[in-house]
């Protein structure tokens, strides 16, 4: 498929502003809902311009014509504190986790060179999977030996521990001759998930109602609740995990020919792949940890934009991840408006998808020589 850079760059532009469009529609919608009166009384109080208690304007809000003053100023207090501390971080960690399951999903399904690849058949997931549980059943254990500041993010630093682990056990595992196999790389992935898979299901099976409830929420997915210091690490981290994505951009096109041929271009194919599998481990885990399992993002998203412009990674990376961030977005506030997790939200947008790429791809589905 040739690739039109006019396109890309329509195709870019147009995921830029839906994003802006959606991201501001998730601000105004949710469990409740603002009227764009309401959001203007909001920022009006954040800045400061009902110091003066009769400085109200003539916006009531719903059910408040009977407030006074005093009332109307706490009522405004309430909204603020749900726009700027739960929902203004709810949306900013929807954005980052999409950026980092799109823009992973594109560069593992670079390194593999299969579309059907998605980043938790290299075990990062699985491996989160087994951290997190182990800090809901054995937390009270944890709290005796750390500091009473890293109890809010043990099951996020087990979670990102955990992912780590069983990806370097798979890097490991797929070294042959001191070189990566990535053959080798996606069937020690497929062990790891299974042994994992295994850990996870003799954990649950000793647990309390309490702790199985918990995980089962966990592995859902959520992206409610998040606190600033929560969006500061997962700012930090995925930002800087996906500006080295951008620098790899061309050398992932030149890795496509194949790793002779790449070879014989030039590249390091060996440091390309450490790279690849080291930025998305630390945007997948940092994701997973945070906000649970979020299945299909980093399948579906790449394939999408590799259907629309092209296999070129200088604009599929950008696309993919804003195309995530999008679909992240939309899933979340429909998961809020039905009142479910958002993990289930998207797995019901991506299984059919998968199902319909399976079928589609199955004739061309082999090993990479």
């Known amino acids: ?63 408040a014509n009977a407030f006074d003053a005093e009332d109307k100023l706490y009522h405004l207090d309430s909204l603020s504190h749900i726009l700027f501390n739960l929902r203004v971080p709810s949306i900013i960690m929807c954005i980052l986790v999409g950026l980092g399951l799109g823009s992973s999903g594109a560069i593992l399904q670079g390194l593999f060179r299969n579309p059907l690849v998605d980043p938790g058949f290299i075990g990062i997931s699985s491996g ?22 890293f109890g809010p993010f043990l099951i996020s630093l087990l979670a990102v521990t955990g992912g780590f682990i069983t990806t370097i056990i798979v890097y490991k595992m797929s070294k042959v001759y001191n070189k990566t196999n990535i053959m080798v790389m996606l069937l020690s992935g497929i062990a790891i998930n299974a042994l994992a898979g295994s850990i996870i299901g003799f954990l649950i099976s000793v647990s309390s109602d309490e702790q199985m409830r918990m995980f089962t929420f966990w592995g859902m997915g959520n992206l409610e609740s998040k606190n600033w210091t929560q969006v500061f690490i997962s700012c930090v981290l995925i930002l800087c995990s996906f500006f080295m994505v951008l620098k790899i951009k061309k050398q992932l096109d030149i890795f496509m020919l194949g790793d002779a041929e790449a070879y014989q271009l030039g590249l390091n194919v060996e440091s390309l792949k450490k790279k690849i599998i080291v930025v998305a481990s630390v945007m997948v885990g940092i994701s997973v940890a945070f906000c649970g399992m979020i299945g299909f993002i980093g399948l579906v998203t790449p394939h999408l934009i590799r259907l629309l412009i092209g296999p070129k990674h200088n604009y599929l990376i950008p696309c993919s991840a804003l195309l995530g961030a999008i679909l992240i977005l939309i899933s979340e506030l429909i998961a809020k408006k039905i009142n479910i997790p958002i993990g289930v939200i ?24």
């Not at 764009?36 to 916006?59: D, T």
């Open 346 to 369: 998207t797995s019901a947008i991506g299984a059919p998808f998968f199902i319909w790429l399976i079928f589609s791809q199955k004739g061309r589905i082999g090993y990479s020589e």
């Open 128 to 149: 989160a999977g087994v951290g997190a549980i182990i800090g809901i059943m054995f937390g009270h254990f944890f709290d005796l030996y750390f500091p009473e500041y």
């Open 1 to 63: 498929m040739i690739q039109s850079k006019s396109k890309s760059g329509l195709v870019l532009t147009i995921l830029v502003a839906t994003l802006i469009f959606i991201a501001v529609a998730n601000l105004f919608f949710s469990y409740q809902d603002f009227s764009l009166l309401q959001m203007i009384e909001i920022l009006r109080y954040k800045i400061g311009a009902y110091e003066n208690l009769n400085n109200f304007s003539s916006i009531d809000f719903e059910a």
